[in-house]
């Protein structure tokens, strides 16, 4: 028996060869957007054709927009899997049970539609195959769903009203070949257009413009079927197609993206396009454009949307563009299929390095060793052949496109081979990536996944162990190494990121990566009761599914940029601000800057100088920075310290004198200066003023906590019924814990060492030995049990002795709290002795102190604004900050650990309601001072355990408390969720430790 279309491996029946896409020209184009009749099946064959037909009455059929997926519409539903197929795994059939969308478009063809010609009807994405028909007449089937699909239908058009039918299956031989780390959501997600082809309009053009480094010139010819003529105005270029033309040209690069509008003129149609002079090529090992080795700042990109998921308008598009470039980010793997080609449009306009990879990944088949692998099936070598062409053909004029990628996790094979060998005759201009080969025979780079620091240095230094193949091996050492997938942004994280960067500036193979990835994919549900939320894998009942991993991005899915990428756009910033060398009493400091950028000069930067004293802004202006041209870099002096000799005063009053927030008294404190590289006028990604670069180094020191500690003080604690008073404090006696300070009634503070593990602490299941999470459980430390050994209340203070430890194991952490008092403050110093076999980390070390609900205002001064951890502080800048607890939270989509605030020296929360709804200080507050070392601080309404048992964030519910951690130490974060775990120098090993912190209640 013959296969049906959809069990097909062939890609298509009927549809036009492959050609360039492109937005706009004088023809005639009629958009087939809209509202269209729909129903849906549950198998491939439960109707018939009927509704094709132009007298079959729809009227009991549902709506539904197209651009758009039926399983977002209210249609079935969608389902997330990583690598497993969701259907048995017998290629190229698929099941039965095969959703089938039918869907029926009635429109009227304009009156002026044009007579003459041909006319075209278009299709720019539709998973994951479709049978077409006009008029009831049957245009052809295809499969691709990414890819662009044409079908000439001019004998089946007419004038007036017109039918247009389609019917689309989930499952076909097409879906083998589609098993990437996505949300499966069939439908008709991209444009369909109608077009008219005028005789002796443009069938296909292809632009040739190369720029040569040497003579600061550019070659044009653009080739075109059939014969016209290019003008480009402002270069004085007019030329016949396939005429070569050099002159002198600027260059196009993703830091200088400059383009030239031009005109192709053919007897029938006129084309507007863009030019981008610009030449990629391998050479002397490494991966130069215009012939400068460039480094990736990059990002995987799936194209998602909450409501609508792969269905983006240009809006959605252009806003990602705005953000990669706000965070620094010059490329975009297109992971893994073409985006819509609008989106490589805004690429060229923005500036971004493209990896632009084909609709192919078989990742399932490595669940069966890879036996029956479609790229090493020479049945499906047509299909994929046929992928790699209308990839290629229709983005091939983006000068922002530098990379063809032939897919991503399908093993090895032949077909592969066939599609780079297609790849490079066809278009030479640009090297071929794969990355699942590690012999790299299809490949020009290099290309690794989550390679851990150690490995990419072994890389770098081209020292890695070698292949079993000599030929291979010499081959792949005179690669380009990128690491194509790394730094995995799942929940919490990636951490890790700046020891990354600095093996890619230290070794010249190794030109960058692209970060996985760039969005989490949760689709936008709301609770019974209202209550907004995004649903991940397993949330639709899905019988196979990866549960969250779909949810691993940089932003959030509402497109709120994470402290992922916050981090990430301060690690990899294009200009370097560096402390230089220190000044002296009436001397200035200096500032290292260095010009990281490939091609830019930093005329497009202003740059800017502060001084803090405590966190204040006492002091500031421009600061003057040379020229600096690409990898150079100087010092730079800065003004003399406000209050030194020499230097002028400013508004501010002394420095050395700055108030106190919360009305303390005037004292000296520390002194920093912070610089800052910013937009110098508005661009079309960001307006002026817009931070691009930053760095801070210290001026005077001060204390860790500011104010002298009380190491010195005593005070006596005293007995009172079944309570011991300490000053202002009062603790039970029976467990020595603090319940109150002043008016103010506490909980704790108490050693924790547990926190609702990240997603990178859990670790992905290939891993099992070295996840921290499961590790943490099955010792146990979620259930830390609290036992008190003595309270001992004295002339000079309260000592507590307890031991804090977990059920059904040795391990024991003796814990000794030393209270003291003077002056209305409360000084608690901890220390902890470690008993038992400790083998593995910690995931923090401090104590929880509960806060009532009503202090929800939080000023601290250390490290902010946003959250950070031992491995990822990189953006963490020392200042003054304010929030309220509810902000400080970050809404992952799976609730974790988060929230961390770093080096705090001290920290004040606040009741800021009235009974009038306005703001002021209302009731006692807490001040926390950090007496020997900075703390980290995190506060929530909610407990870790609760945090941890939540599974969205509409589980987290605020109770009457505030929770606050006082961290010593923390455990890093690492990017073991898919990728290696936390660097030696970011685990928090257990060990004996000591610090001290100071309470108060503040003016």
Not at 58 to 65: L, P
Not at 245 to 250: A, D, G, K, Q, Y
Not at 773 to 787: D, E, I, Q, S, V
Request: hydrophobic share 35%.
């Amino acid at each position: 028996m013959s296969p049906t279309y959809y069990e097909d491996v062939s890609p298509s029946t009927r549809t036009l060869a492959p050609r360039a896409w492109y937005a706009v020209s004088d023809a005639k184009r009629l958009p087939l957007n809209g509202v269209w009749a729909f129903r849906l099946s549950s198998t491939a064959d439960s109707f018939g054709t009927e509704f094709t037909e132009d007298g079959y009455d729809s009227a009991g059929w549902d709506e539904i927009t197209v651009p758009g997926h039926w399983v977002l519409q209210g249609h079935g539903a969608p389902a997330y899997t990583n690598v497993r197929y969701p259907f048995p795994v017998d290629p190229p059939r698929v099941p039965d049970e095969n959703p089938t969308g039918d869907h029926r478009c009635v429109f009227d063809l304009p009156a002026d539609w044009p007579g003459g010609g041909e006319t075209v009807l278009r299709f720019d994405g539709v998973e994951s195959c479709a049978r077409v028909w006009l008029n009831g007449q049957e245009l052809g089937t295809f499969q691709g769903s990414r890819l662009p699909h044409e079908f000439g239908v001019t004998s089946a058009l007419r004038p007036g009203r017109n039918v247009l039918a389609v019917r689309v299956h989930q499952w076909s031989a097409g879906s083998y070949l589609e098993d990437q780390d996505m949300w499966w959501l069939p439908g008709i997600f991209r444009d369909v257009t109608l077009l008219h082809r005028p005789e002796g309009s443009v069938d296909d053009y292809t632009v040739h413009s190369s720029y040569d480094h040497t003579s600061g010139e550019g070659t044009l010819r653009v080739d075109c079927r059939p014969q016209g003529r290019v003008t480009v105005p402002e270069l004085g270029i007019d030329a016949a197609t396939g005429e070569s033309v050099t002159l002198p040209v600027e260059p196009w690069t993703a830091e200088t993206p400059r383009l030239y509008d031009a005109l192709l003129t053919t007897a029938g149609e006129t084309v507007p396009f863009r030019i981008g002079f610009r030449t990629v090529l391998i050479e002397d090992g490494q991966l130069k454009v215009n012939g400068k080795r460039i480094l990736f700042r990059g990002v995987n990109r799936h194209e998602f949307h909450p409501e609508h998921g792969r269905a983006l308008d240009e809006a959605t598009m252009r806003l990602d563009v705005q953000l990669m470039k706000r965070h620094n980010i010059n490329a975009v793997r297109t992971s893994h299929c073409p985006p819509h080609p609008a989106f490589l449009d805004l690429c060229d306009e923005f500036g971004l390095w493209v990896v632009d990879e084909c609709d192919l990944e078989t990742h399932g088949f490595s669940e069966l060793g890879w036996q029956g692998n479609p790229v090493d099936d020479e049945r499906w070598t047509p299909a994929l052949r046929d992928r790699a062409e209308r990839m290629v053909e229709r983005d091939k004029n983006h000068p922002s496109v530098v990379i063809w990628s032939l897919g991503n996790e399908c093993g090895s094979g032949a077909g592969l081979s066939a599609m780079s060998r297609w790849i490079r005759e066809r278009d030479p201009s640009r090297p071929v990536h794969y990355e699942n080969d590690q012999k790299c025979p299809d490949s020009d780079l290099y290309s690794r996944m989550y390679a851990s620091h150690d490995e990419v240095e072994l890389i770098g230094q081209r020292k890695e162990p070698p292949l079993e193949d000599a030929a291979a091996d010499a081959r792949r050492r005179a690669l380009p190494f990128v690491l194509c997938e790394y730094a995995h942004a799942m929940g919490n994280g990636p951490g890790g990121l700046s020891e990354y960067q600095r093996l890619f500036e230290t070794y010249e193979r190794c030109q960058g990566g692209f970060v996985w990835e760039w969005i989490d994919h949760g689709l936008l549900r709301h609770t019974d009761d209202g209550r907004a939320y995004f649903a991940y894998g397993g949330d639709f009942g899905e019988e196979v599914h990866d549960g969250n991993f779909v949810c691993d991005g940089l932003l959030l899915p509402d497109r709120t940029p994470s402290p992922g990428l916050t981090e990430f756009a301060k690690v990899i910033e294009p200009v370097r601000i560096e402390p230089g060398s220190p000044g002296s009493h009436g001397s200035s400091a200096t500032v290292l800057v260095r010009n990281l950028y490939d091609f830019a000069g930093l005329s497009h930067l202003d740059f800017e100088w502060s001084c803090q004293v405590q966190g204040e802004t006492v002091a500031g202006g421009p600061l003057a920075v040379p020229p600096l041209r690409p990898g150079e870099s100087a010092a730079v002096p800065l003004p003399p310290a406000p209050g030194s000799a020499g230097s002028e005063r400013t508004a501010h009053a002394d420095a050395r004198t700055a108030p106190q927030p919360g009305g303390g008294p005037s004292r000296s404190g520390e002194t920093l200066w912070t610089v800052r590289a910013v937009l110098a006028r508005d661009s079309p990604w960001a307006a002026k003023g817009h931070t691009v670069a930053w760095g801070q180094l210290s001026g005077a020191p001060a204390p860790a906590g500011g104010r002298p500690g009380l190491r010195g003080a005593t005070g006596p604690a005293r007995h009172e019924g079944e309570s011991i008073t300490l000053g202002p404090a009062v603790f039970d006696a029976a467990s020595g814990v603090l319940t109150r300070l002043g008016p103010l009634a506490l909980t704790g503070p108490r050693l924790d060492v547990w926190r609702a593990p990240t997603d990178n602490d859990n670790g992905a299941p290939w891993q099992p030995e070295t996840r921290n999470g499961p590790l943490w459980r099955r010792h146990g430390l979620h259930r830390m049990r609290h036992r008190t050994d003595t309270v001992a209340a004295g002339a000079d203070g309260l000592l507590v002795r307890t031991r804090v430890a977990p059920a059904g194991t040795g391990l024991g952490l003796r814990t000794a709290y030393r209270w003291s008092t003077s002056g209305g403050r409360l000084r608690l110093a901890v220390t902890v002795e470690p008993e038992g076999g400790w083998d593995f980390p910690l995931p923090r070390l401090g104590v929880r102190l509960g806060v009532p609900a009503a202090l929800g205002d939080v000023t601290w001064y250390g490290g902010g604004p946003g959250e950070a951890y031992p491995d990822t502080r990189a953006a963490s800048m020392t200042g003054l900050w304010h929030s309220t607890v509810d902000n400080m939270q970050t809404p992952y989509v799976r609730p974790q650990e988060n929230g961390a605030r770093a080096d705090v020296r001290w920290a004040e929360l606040r009741d800021t309601s009235d009974a009038s709804g306005g703001t002021g200080p209302h009731g006692p507050g807490l001040r926390i001072e950090a007496d020997t070392h900075r703390f980290w601080l995190t506060a929530r309404r909610w407990t870790s355990e609760e945090l941890d048992a939540a599974e969205h964030t509409t589980d987290l519910v605020a109770g009457e408390t505030v929770w606050v951690n006082l961290d010593h130490a923390q455990h890093g974060i690492g990017s073991q969720s898919c990728g290696p775990g936390v660097l030696p120098a970011h685990q928090l090993t257990v060990a004996p430790a000591e610090f001290a912190l100071v309470f108060s209640i503040p003016d």
